[in-house]
């Protein structure tokens, strides 16, 4: 699980970067949040933009296991003559979900009014 963690937190650096290079800001300091009929509603402090919030849900397997072939060989001389093999194995495996949202706050287009 931290390993996904990890990499989860790698790829949302590079994607703020990459949202800065684009006029777009990724869990923007600017967010503040307001709660209206019941809905929050996330805005942009500065320029009263609704903030866009992505959400993600991702399920994480991991699987654990052991293999052990039995393959019976028996040797005369130079020649090698092998007998049916077997496999047998044991595995456990578990899915965890990682729920998250990040809040995004999209490049305008057009004129302000």
């Known amino acids: 699980m931290k390993k996904q963690l990890n990499k989860l937190l790698l790829a949302l650096v590079q994607t703020k970067s990459f949202g800065e290079q684009h006029n777009a800001q990724v869990n923007p300091a600017s967010a503040s949040f307001s709660t ?60 965890n979900r990682i729920q998250f949202s990040i809040p995004v706050l999209l490049p305008l287009s057009g004129q302000r009014r």
């Open 36 to 95: 209206t009929n019941s809905t929050n509603i996330i805005y942009c402090t500065e320029t009263g933009v609704p903030i866009q919030e992505i959400k993600f849900d991702i399920a994480v397997s991991v699987t654990e296991g052991s293999t052990e072939t039995d393959a019976p060989e028996i040797t005369v001389g130079s020649a090698t003559v092998a007998g049916n093999s077997s496999t047998t194995g044991t595995s456990n495996s578990s899915v």
